[in-house]
């Protein structure tokens, strides 16, 4: 029976008239501008290397205080300027009419309005600097990438999504999770009995936990980050925390690749120092550690001069100065080796539920 349930009923709909002000707004601006006789221009901060700085107290990377402008009066700046208002129309128009898009959706679609993107790379600049100016993820103007991962759990959803309005799933009723796509994303959280989540960086152990039923062996939340989670992912992780009080722990590959993938979970990356809203703070990294690589004697592989020249590159990172963090840096520096998620089955294929998992969570609680 499920019990302990825990609600939450944040109104998607004082998001969006947020976000619809805020465009409108800024349209505004421009209008007045225009009646007034003066060129419109769009002030946002700057998000070059120099502008980007660590905040201690955030404990991730934001953007400092320097400022960009793109003036409609300076040549050079027409073209990006007119890139960037074409793209608040379309956000405006996605939001209004309750559609989605790709970031290749964009690209093609501007060329229905004779805006001209070099390439996709130039589309998805602009669309950063549109979330650089309203302090808004992409994922709001609904926009999203092609990327998508995995959630499953006794966790009961609302859609928000034109023409499922009010439509409730639990996502613990189909075995293969349910992708987490725009209209999940934007789901009200309406109640769950989990007291934790669990996410992991690969799909097949996303499905022996399933299998192996962790939803309800440690009341979890289980979610597959698909490697280097997506925006909406590390959204939806932060959704979790906030609105329903979960903790989250984080399960990588034994390499220092996995190993950062748990620190943009926590603290974001430098590329998205823009946004504020795609971290989790407390989360916590629970493994596969180096020194699990020895402790457990896991089957391994020697790290490539690639890896080994990441960590070097990480020690420099102030977010790997402290704790476990520096630690397995160098655990792994030491060994130049790494080991897989899979490498317990070595011990059976449920070993890493029946015993890691459990030892880890409990360690955990000390961290």
Known sequence: MKNNKRHSKISA??????????????????????DKG??????????????IVYDEKLLQYVLGDSRVK???????????????????????????????????????????????????????????????TLCRA??????????????????????????????????????????????????????TSAEMVIAVEKGGLFSRFVEEKVHEKYKA????????????????????????????YILTDGDVYGEH????????????????DLTVPTAKWIGVWGSDITKYKLPSDPM?????????????????RKGIWQKELEVFLKLKRKSELEAFAKYGLTAIVDKYLPEKLEYAKSL
């Open 13 to 34: 709909s004082v998001r969006k008239e947020e976000l619809l002000k805020a465009l409108q707004e800024m349209g505004d601006s421009m209008y007045e501008k225009l």
């Open 38 to 51: 003066v060129f419109p221009e769009v002030v946002f901060p700057s998000r070059s290397v120099r502008n």
């Open 70 to 132: 793109r003036s409609s009066q300076n040549i050079k700046h027409i073209r990006p300027f007119t890139q960037l208002v074409w793209l608040a129309f379309f956000a405006n128009q996605l939001v209004r009419q309750g559609k989605t898009s790709t970031l290749r959706d964009v690209y093609y679609s501007a060329q229905a309005y004779n805006i001209d993107f070099k390439d996709q790379p130039e589309s998805d600049d602009i669309i950063t600097d549109l979330e650089a």
């Open 138 to 191: 992409r994922e709001d103007f609904s926009i999203y990438p092609e990327e998508r991962s995995a959630i499953f759990g006794d966790l009961t959803i609302e859609y928000t999504v034109k023409g499922y309005e009010g439509r409730k799933l639990n996502l613990d009723s189909h075995p293969d999770g349910y992708l987490i796509g725009p209209s999940l994303s934007s789901a009200e959280l309406v109640e």
């Open 221 to 248: 939340i289980i979610i597959d980050t698909a490697g280097q989670p997506p925006r909406s992912t590390r959204y939806m992780l932060k959704r979790l925390n906030r609105e329903l009080s979960l903790p989250v």
């Open 261 to 276: 993938i748990a620190m943009v979970i926590v603290s974001g990356s430098a590329n998205a120092a823009h946004l504020r």
């Open 304 to 320: 490539n001069e690639q890896a080994i020249k990441r960590i070097y590159e990480l020690r420099k990172d102030p977010r790997y």
